[in-house]
């Protein structure tokens, strides 16, 4: 079975977060529609390459990792 390549889905990444400030890893994968496994690895690939920026939510009790577009 064949899926979304990594690079598609960084660009889908990098053009959600142009629209919206801040998204969980959670939110990400159900917009474009993969894994949150496939999210969270695109999304480390993009803050090692200085693209995106993360912070844990404080919104509840639970460890929410918060990723958004570097300006």
Same mark, same amino acid.
């Given at each position: 079975?064949?899926?979304?390549?990594?690079?598609?889905?960084? $660009? $889908?990444?990098?053009?959600?977060?142009?629209? %919206?400030? $801040?998204?969980?890893?959670?939110?990400?994968?159900? =917009?474009?529609?993969?894994?949150?496994?496939?999210? $969270? =690895?695109?999304?480390?690939?993009? %803050?090692?390459?200085?693209?995106? =920026? #993360?912070?844990?939510?404080? #919104?509840? %009790?639970?460890?929410?990792?918060?990723?958004?577009?570097?300006?």
């Amino acid at each position: 079975m064949s899926g979304k390549s990594v690079h598609r889905i960084i $660009e $889908e990444i990098f053009i959600i977060l142009k629209t %919206k400030k $801040e998204l969980s890893i959670r939110q990400l994968s159900l =917009k474009i529609g993969s894994q949150w496994i496939t999210t $969270e =690895k695109a999304l480390n690939s993009m %803050k090692r390459l200085g693209l995106v =920026k #993360e912070r844990l939510g404080d #919104e509840n %009790k639970r460890k929410t990792r918060l990723f958004r577009l570097i300006k």
